[in-house]
């Protein structure tokens, strides 16, 4: 029976694929910075583990007990939106220690124990900021961006040896705590230095007003057509919006 560890399972995407995975009998190791119950179902085929991906003693102890698994999802992360300018160095390192730091420590963790076997899956979620211009999203897609180079060079990197890396681009949901967290008390003052509140405020209308946006199984049901693909496809955009600017790339 094959075994999945996702990391961010706490809501969200990480939640939904969790539950996506082990409605289909697989094994699922659910990691999350801080463990609750009720998140996930009791099932011996789910297990729920304490994972802060920007700490290596974390990552060495989750896998210490995870044993051997056959696919890993690097799907934590943290939003952030607002105008460059606006912005502390300080938040621009926390973004990048979790959304792509995280992403490459968790990935480096996991290579030798796929590398030795001649198999695995490392899915890295992305996000559809990646394939087009968004405003609003300097550091958060400097971050996205960064985990969409090191994966398709890591790809090249593991074919050899039977491993498969792929990015999952999911699209604007706006059902997640992840988007409730970047929206939290977004008024055009709080995004940016007063200069840009104008602009700010046209920026948010236009997103407001799109008419496609991306579901929680959406992105559980692209990783898991990601996991299974062998065709070589390296990038999956995830919901309707993400595919449709796919499409116009």
């Given at each position: 029976m094959n075994t999945i560890l996702i990391t961010g399972t706490s809501s969200g995407y990480g939640r939904e694929t969790a539950l996506h995975f082990h409605a289909r009998g697989w094994n699922v190791i659910a990691t999350m910075r801080t463990p609750r119950a009720g998140v996930l179902p009791e099932s011996d085929r789910l297990r729920v583990v304490g994972l802060d991906v920007?700490?290596?003693e974390s990552i060495a102890a989750v896998f210490e007990e995870a044993g051997p698994f056959d696919v890993l999802v690097n799907n934590a992360g943290i939003p952030e939106i607002g105008v460059f300018e606006g912005t502390s160095?300080?938040?621009?390192?926390?973004?990048?220690?979790?959304?792509?730091?995280?992403?490459?420590?968790m990935t480096r963790a996991v290579l030798p124990r796929f590398r030795e076997r001649g198999a695995g899956v490392v899915i890295n979620v992305t996000s559809s900021v990646v394939l087009g211009h968004m405003p609003l999203s300097a550091v958060y897609k400097a971050s996205k961006m960064a985990v969409e180079g090191f994966t398709s060079s890591l790809a090249l990197e593991l074919e050899p040896f039977g491993v498969r890396a792929r990015t999952v681009e999911p699209g604007a949901c706006l059902t997640t705590n992840f988007a409730a967290g970047a929206m939290k008390g977004a008024s055009p003052d709080e995004l940016a230095p007063k200069a840009y509140a104008?602009?700010?405020?046209?920026?948010?209308?236009a997103f407001t007003g799109q008419d496609l946006f991306t579901t929680e199984s959406d992105v559980a049901e692209t990783v898991w057509r990601a996991v299974h693909d062998t065709t070589g496809q390296l990038r999956f955009p995830a919901g309707p919006d993400a595919v449709r600017l796919a499409q116009a790339r």
């Open positions: 920007t700490e290596p160095m300080e938040r621009v390192r926390e973004v990048f220690e979790t959304n792509t730091f995280g992403v490459m420590a104008p602009w700010v405020r046209k920026s948010m209308g």
